[in-house]
């Protein structure tokens, strides 16, 4: 009986912690995913910024090659 017990508070305890550890990963994955969503939002104005740069009269044509060439590449 009393390793019947100590068997089924072991396997509860294992699977409060599995639980918990998988809570823990799921708000991970989504700070993760947060914040690759931000970083590509910052890469596509940096981007939209470069290429209205390249495309202003200001720009020598070599410079305005190189934005229009980096803004495409990111």
Same mark, same amino acid.
Request: proline share 1%.
């Given at each position: 009986?009393?390793?019947?017990?100590?068997?089924?508070?072991?396997?509860?305890?294992?699977?409060?912690?599995?639980s918990?550890?998988?809570?823990?990963?799921?708000?991970?994955?989504? /700070?993760? %995913?947060?914040?690759?969503?931000?970083?590509?939002? @910052? +890469?596509q104005?940096? !981007?939209?910024? &470069?290429?209205?740069?390249? /495309?202003? %009269?200001?720009?020598?044509?070599?410079?305005?090659? @190189? +934005?229009?060439?980096? !803004?495409?590449? &990111?």
């Amino acid at each position: 009986m009393k390793t019947t017990l100590a068997i089924a508070l072991l396997v509860l305890t294992m699977l409060w912690y599995l639980s918990f550890l998988a809570t823990r990963l799921d708000r991970l994955h989504h /700070r993760v %995913e947060t914040s690759w969503a931000n970083l590509d939002g @910052l +890469l596509q104005r940096r !981007a939209a910024i &470069a290429l209205e740069i390249a /495309r202003s %009269e200001s720009c020598d044509p070599a410079s305005s090659l @190189l +934005l229009t060439s980096a !803004a495409y590449q &990111a």
